[in-house]
């Protein structure tokens, strides 16, 4: 399976979000709002053993709300947290529907311990929200992180709780039918936008899909690109030879799959797998399909193992990427992307593959000789060359 995973890992990587920095703050704000909430219940009930009226009242509402109403309350709540310590960070119209989420979110959770009209406009006000990030993350207004994706799916299962809830004796087949119908499809629409805007929309989080980029200094020096010159000099020098993919083959190269939605074709070469870093014995070597036979294109770097990150000469020139949360399924040794909620599929586990750094010993337009992608313009011109 290795073998494989090196070969064709840069094809089906699982889209990797970090945490944005000015979202940071909502990890603080979460963990506070759960312990505050812990304390006011032990302070209430403290009151109310001492007879305290109002203390009292509060905690017989409290237990006398069913589990998943508790649970719906304090997801709400949790989330209306997470957009209010999150408004410093955004402007403008989003900025403002942060401000409106929040108090909503706070008011509905509240509510759910004491009133019963709050499962009708919980049930809109999420979903709302929901279709709104989406909206925003397709649109490219908001960039898709950890803390983004982990409030949308607090606000699905808080969605979920409440479809649960209800009159019994109400629920005709129409209810019946939206509420088995309306989750799971939202759920499909969440996770389907947030890997759209993270595919249409790369940036710094997520630079190149399923990519996890190697920690490197922002400019790189003069050495550095002197060194970076010197490493593409050498790859173009030494795999130049393989320009025939016969030769690369008689050379223990040997081509991976292909796929009919991707033109790049791997020829990897097991030989080489412990060497780091050596443009005269690259891991695997990059071919692009065009109208006249596989084109060389340029040679794939990669270390030994997971997580352990090669040399950078270059610096921010050279920087490697790993690809985290790929589905590998042992039936038919299938890739697919994880989800955005860090899910695989039933019967496949999620994969890491080692680092790795491309050279691409041909033009590549504005991403550059280093970059973890082939250019798309660059990639339809030779296509159709």
């Known amino acids: 399976m290795g073998a494989y995973v090196v070969l064709t890992g840069h094809f089906y990587g699982g889209v990797m979000y970090d945490i944005a920095a000015e979202h940071a703050p909502a990890i603080g704000a979460t963990i506070v709002v759960v312990v505050s909430l812990w304390l006011a219940l032990g302070a209430f009930s403290t009151l109310a053993r001492r007879r305290v009226t109002w203390a009292l009242t509060l905690v017989e509402t409290y237990r006398a709300t069913s589990g998943i109403t508790k649970l719906a309350g304090i997801l709400m709540l949790v989330s209306g947290v997470i957009h209010l310590a999150l408004i410093a960070s955004h402007e403008g119209i989003?900025?403002?529907l942060f401000v409106i989420d929040g108090f909503g979110f706070i008011v509905l959770g509240a509510t759910a311990f004491v009133t019963s009209w709050w499962r009708r406009p919980a049930v809109l006000w999420l979903?709302?929200?929901?279709?709104?990030?989406?909206?925003?993350?397709?649109?490219?207004?908001?960039?898709?992180?950890?803390?983004?994706?982990?409030?949308?799916?607090?606000?699905?299962?808080?969605?979920?709780?409440?479809?649960?809830?209800?009159?019994?004796?109400r629920r005709t087949w129409p209810r019946r039918l939206w509420r088995a119908v309306a989750f799971p499809t939202l759920v499909s629409v969440a996770?389907?936008?947030?890997?759209?805007?993270?595919l249409v929309h790369p940036d710094a989080l997520h630079a190149h899909a399923g990519a996890l980029l190697q920690p490197v200094a922002e400019v790189?020096?003069?050495?550095?690109?002197?060194?970076?010159?010197?490493?593409?000099?050498d790859?173009?020098?030494?795999?130049?030879?393989?320009?025939?993919?016969?030769?690369?083959?008689?050379?223990?190269?040997?081509?991976?799959?292909?796929?009919?939605?991707?033109?790049?074709?791997?020829?990897?070469?097991?030989?080489?797998?412990?060497?780091?870093?050596?443009?005269n014995h690259p891991q695997a070597l990059v071919y692009v399909q065009t109208k006249h036979g596989l084109q060389l294109i340029g040679a794939m770097y990669q270390m030994p193992r997971a997580g352990q990150w090669g040399p950078d000469p270059g610096g921010p020139l050279t920087q490697w990427h790993q690809h985290e949360g790929i589905c590998f399924s042992p039936f038919g040794?299938?890739?697919?992307?994880?989800?955005?909620?860090?899910t695989c599929p039933v019967g496949s586990t999620s994969v890491t593959t080692p680092p790795m750094l491309h050279v691409w010993i041909i033009d590549n337009g504005k991403l550059g000789p280093f970059a973890a992608d082939l250019d798309k313009t660059v990639q339809k011109n030779l296509q159709g060359s």
């Open 127 to 169: 979903l709302a929200t929901i279709v709104a990030y989406v909206i925003w993350i397709i649109a490219g207004w908001e960039t898709p992180d950890q803390i983004g994706i982990a409030c949308k799916l607090i606000e699905l299962v808080a969605l979920g709780l409440v479809l649960r809830l209800g009159p019994q004796g």
């Open 191 to 198: 996770t389907i936008g947030i890997w759209i805007g993270g």
């Open 220 to 233: 790189a020096t003069a050495e550095q690109r002197e060194r970076a010159a010197h490493l593409l000099a």
């Open 235 to 279: 790859t173009r020098a030494s795999i130049t030879r393989y320009g025939d993919p016969a030769a690369a083959i008689a050379a223990g190269f040997k081509p991976g799959p292909a796929a009919s939605a991707e033109p790049l074709r791997h020829f990897e070469n097991a030989a080489n797998a412990k060497v780091i870093l050596d443009p």
């Open 333 to 342: 040794f299938e890739f697919s992307f994880e989800t955005p909620f860090w």
């Open 94 to 96: 989003t900025g403002a």
